[in-house]
């Protein structure tokens, strides 16, 4: 029973061009929404995350877009760059539940063509 | 400052035997999480402990697997016997209640292969 799930699991973009990452969630109770990047033979690494009261955040090339309505949040790099090919996981956590518990995607891959 | 540090990196044999993995948290940190990455399910959250208490060990698959946190800059993962299914990256992370919407740190994980 996945509750977080990304549906692509790949994507390839030219360098300069937006990459849209998506990712959709059934569990309701879900407050704070997290987006992480993985490299090969490293650990995750945090990137950006949104509050469920809040639709959007920014944080210079990087936007997470939340639709609460459609339990749907997507992550917007723009300009994207060779060195943004990674996994990138989406993660959520649920409201109540004790600090620090996430409940991750099975990611996607992001290449950047140069 | 070092961040979380997981060994071993590697980690392949036969099946049936003991595996054990180490992790130490960032110091300071209250809270460690142990995850499990497959292709299938992504990122798996196996167990996690606050102030070297588990909390919550629901994702723990088997009794096979056991994690233990003895003190504060100190966890492990244990397998036994292992299964080839039990195949993985698992990941060690930490974080710190002081501030609440700090994301956790990751180590860089130990890739598990049992034969």
């Known amino acids: 029973d996945q509750q977080v799930k990304q549906n692509s699991p790949s994507l390839s973009v030219q360098e300069g061009r937006i990459s849209i990452l998506n990712c959709d969630y059934t569990?309701?109770?879900?407050?704070?929404f997290l987006w992480y990047k993985k490299y090969p033979a490293e650990g995750p690494t945090f990137l950006i995350s949104?509050?469920?009261?809040?639709d959007k955040n920014e944080d210079g090339r990087f936007t997470v877009f939340l639709n609460k309505s459609a339990k749907h949040l997507s992550l917007h790099i723009v300009p994207s760059q060779p060195g943004d090919s990674a996994v990138y996981f989406c993660?959520?956590?649920?409201?109540?539940?004790?600090?620090?518990?996430?409940?991750f995607g099975q990611g996607t891959i992001l290449t950047v063509h140069p | 400052d070092a961040g979380v540090i997981q060994s071993p990196r590697h980690e392949v044999t036969e099946m049936g035997q003991e595996v054990t993995l180490r992790c130490k948290p960032i110091?300071?940190?209250?809270?460690l999480f142990w995850y499990r990455q497959t292709m299938m399910r992504g990122l798996e959250l196996l167990i996690y402990?606050?102030?070297?208490?588990?909390?919550?060990d629901s994702g723990m698959p088997e009794d096979r697997f056991s994690a233990k946190m003895p003190n504060a800059s100190f966890s492990t993962l244990k397998i036994q016997p292992s299964e080839p299914r039990d195949s993985a990256v698992y990941f060690c992370?930490?974080?710190?209640?002081?501030?609440?919407?700090?994301?956790?740190?990751f180590g860089d994980g130990t890739r598990l292969s049992i034969l």
């Open positions: 992370a930490s974080s710190s209640q002081d501030s609440r919407h700090q994301p956790q740190h």
């Open positions: 569990n309701s109770m879900f407050d704070y």
């Open positions: 949104i509050s469920s009261i809040k």
């Open positions: 993660a959520a956590r649920e409201q109540g539940t004790s600090y620090g518990k996430l409940t």
């Open positions: 110091s300071g940190h209250d809270y």
């Open positions: 402990f606050n102030n070297n208490v588990p909390i919550d």
